[in-house]
């Protein structure tokens, strides 16, 4: 799957940020929230978009963030 | 009507309305949702796609990446001297060529000139694996909210009243439930006084009043002071948009004062 170009709520465009996200959440193991805050995502839409997003790191799907995320990078 | 910017970045805007109506102010708001012109793609020409998103998933998402809009250089199609068969006073040409293993992002889009590049360059698209390829032109013309919400400017606007917290100190005996329950923190205790930190963060919920069982504070929303905050997609900044809403909205006035 690919992350949707806009939140389906509000049209803000995610597109562009999840990749951060991802780098910082799932690799890096930074706290969803702060991340969320610093790329400037107010709502509560754009922030569950971008949360409940799956991700895959290396071809498996990860659930957890962080310590998971570690072992298939 | 007096018009301040309480915040102001590239894509976000908070503004303060002083000396007006709600029902002035919902209309501003509906301008920029609906009426405000931007550039988006529109027709795309797909020549080779072997990646594995559908093409018209593809073209979609082309449709929903915001391109930077030049409104004085632009035209509607519909009102051009052309006749709507497209023109460069109409519309801006793209062209994208990539082939895998690599993702596809935004920035890949190639302008017909470098003023129309995107600005957002890393939207992904899709991913190609091995061999596979992408082979498009895209055509981008000028449209409203109204006609569908990839031309829509703006996201997440909304307006409140701006907040009036009246505390009454002999009342108050400093119980500090309100400070507690407050969402937003707005209030605090400061040298043995009840006092307002933030009145702009208020969101007029009320539980500080519903809580205190001293009715010592009173929430008010003043209408004539209106806070507006909206964001938009990054092809307008958000100084722009508001200044081509109120041109919108003042051409629109002017046309019904001639017809009455």
């Known amino acids: 799957m690919i992350i949707p170009v806009r939140c389906f709520t509000c049209g803000k465009v995610l597109g562009s940020l999840f990749e951060e996200y991802k780098k910082r959440v799932y690799i890096e193991g930074e706290n969803p929230k702060k991340v969320l805050d610093d790329l400037k995502i107010r709502r509560y839409c754009c922030r569950r978009t971008i949360i409940s997003h799956p991700v895959f790191v290396k071809g498996k799907e990860v659930k957890e963030p962080i310590d998971e995320a570690a072992q298939y990078e | ?260």
């Not at chain 2, 409104?71 to 497209?86: A, Q, Y």
């Not at chain 2, 409140?160 to 209030?187: A, F, G, M, Q, T």
């Open chain 2, 1 to 260: 009507m007096k018009i301040t910017f309480l915040e102001l970045e590239d894509n976000y805007a908070k503004v303060l309305f002083e000396n007006t109506t709600p029902y002035f102010v919902n209309a501003i708001r509906r301008t920029l949702i609906s009426d405000v012109p931007k550039l988006a793609i529109e027709n795309v020409t797909i020549y080779d796609n072997t990646s594995a998103l559908f093409d018209e998933i593809i073209a979609h998402r082309l449709g929903m990446i915001p391109l930077p809009t030049h409104l004085d250089l632009l035209v509607f199609r519909e009102e051009c001297s052309c006749n709507g068969k497209g023109c460069p006073n109409c519309t801006v040409h793209y062209t994208l060529s990539k082939e895998g293993s690599c993702t596809v992002y935004s920035g890949d889009l190639r302008p017909e000139d470098a003023m129309w590049a995107v600005k957002d360059k890393n939207i992904p698209i899709v991913k190609l694996l091995k061999d596979q390829r992408l082979i498009l032109e895209a055509e981008a013309q000028l449209g409203t909210g109204k006609q569908h919400a990839k031309w829509q400017a703006v996201c997440g606007i909304g307006y409140k009243y701006y907040p009036v917290i009246e505390i009454d100190s002999e009342k108050c005996n400093l119980c500090n439930e309100c400070v507690e329950i407050c969402p937003r923190k707005v209030l605090e205790i400061k040298k043995k006084k009840l006092d307002v930190k933030n009145v702009e963060e208020c969101i007029l919920c009320k539980s500080c009043e519903e809580v205190c069982k001293r009715d010592a504070i009173k929430v008010k929303g003043d209408e004539n002071r209106i806070i507006m905050q909206y964001e938009t997609d990054g092809s307008l900044s958000a100084k722009e948009v508001l200044m081509e809403a109120l041109k919108i909205l003042h051409k629109k006035y002017d046309e019904l004062e001639k017809k009455l």
